[in-house]
Antibody
Framework: QVQLVQSGAEVKKPGASVKVSCKASGYTFTDHFVHWVRQAPGQGLEWMGIINPSDGITSYPQNLQGRVRVTRETSTSTVYMELTSLRSEDTAVYYC?????????????WGQGAMVTVSS | QSVLTQPPSASGTPGQRVTISCSGSSSNIVDNPVNWYRQVPGTAPKLLIYDTNQRPSGVPDRFSGSKSGTSASLTISGLQSEDEADFFCAVWDDSLNGPVFGGGTKLTVL
């Protein structure tokens, strides 16, 4: 079954870090880029980063540079997103999503989402 | 504030045709494929239209997409009650070197 399965909900204190996993199955892991996108309560989507699972090359938005890190583990077909120095504004549902080949913002497969709550 | 501008809400009665707009700029919509997603609150988004006007397998042909200049549109024909959801557009932005998203349009079937 073609799917992305994410780790569970997390509750963190301000200043802490969180690491969310996204395990791919049912397809060739290295064939598709994986993005991370988040959605704060009642808000739209915000891009957090991209990784090419084939070579591990990443790219991040300017506003999150230095706080977000996306990595992958090819042996387990898993992508990770780590966000540091958490603040209340980071409270959101975090999604991983696979892109269609050649369609940069065309996500044909999504993880189920992981709720991250930042609260003291 | 989203880079792509969508109306916050849209509505129609069963059987009607509804169009949702997505306004961008020369760095995104003009030269890149537009994608549309449907999201039921509390669930992950689902791809509805990719590459501006292509439907993934399983998406009814009642859903269609188009673009002209810096704007794109999603049209839903033969509106059904189960179409109620949030819809948003997404496209790559060459200036930001990343994807940008619309703020979403909540569709209500009256």
């Amino acid at each position: 079954q073609v799917q992305l399965v994410q780790s569970g909900a997390e509750v963190k204190k301000p200043g802490a870090s969180v690491k969310v996993s996204c395990k791919a199955s049912g397809y060739t892991f290295t064939d598709h880029f994986v993005h991370w996108v988040r959605q704060a309560p009642g808000q739209g989507l915000e891009w957090m980063g991209i990784i090419n699972p084939s070579d591990g090359i990443t790219s991040y938005p300017q506003n999150l540079q230095g706080r977000v890190r996306v990595t992958r583990e090819t042996s387990t077909s898993t992508v990770y997103m780590e966000l540091t120095s958490l603040r209340s504004e980071d409270t959101a549902v975090y999604y991983c999503a696979r892109t269609i080949l050649g369609i940069p913002a065309g996500y044909d497969l999504w993880g189920q989402g992981a709720m991250v709550t930042v609260s003291s | 504030q989203s880079v792509l501008t969508q109306p916050p809400s849209a509505s129609g009665t069963p059987g009607q045709r509804v169009t949702i707009s997505c306004s961008g700029s020369s760095s995104n919509i003009v030269d890149n494929p537009v994608n549309w997603y449907r999201q039921v609150p509390g669930t992950a988004p689902k791809l509805l239209i990719y590459d501006t006007n292509q439907r993934p397998s399983g998406v009814p042909d009642r859903f269609s997409g188009s673009k002209s200049g810096t704007s794109a549109s999603l049209t839903i024909s033969g509106l059904q009650s189960e179409d109620e959801a949030d819809f948003f557009c997404a496209v790559w932005d060459d200036s930001l070197n990343g994807p940008v998203f619309g703020g979403g349009t909540k569709l209500t079937v009256l």
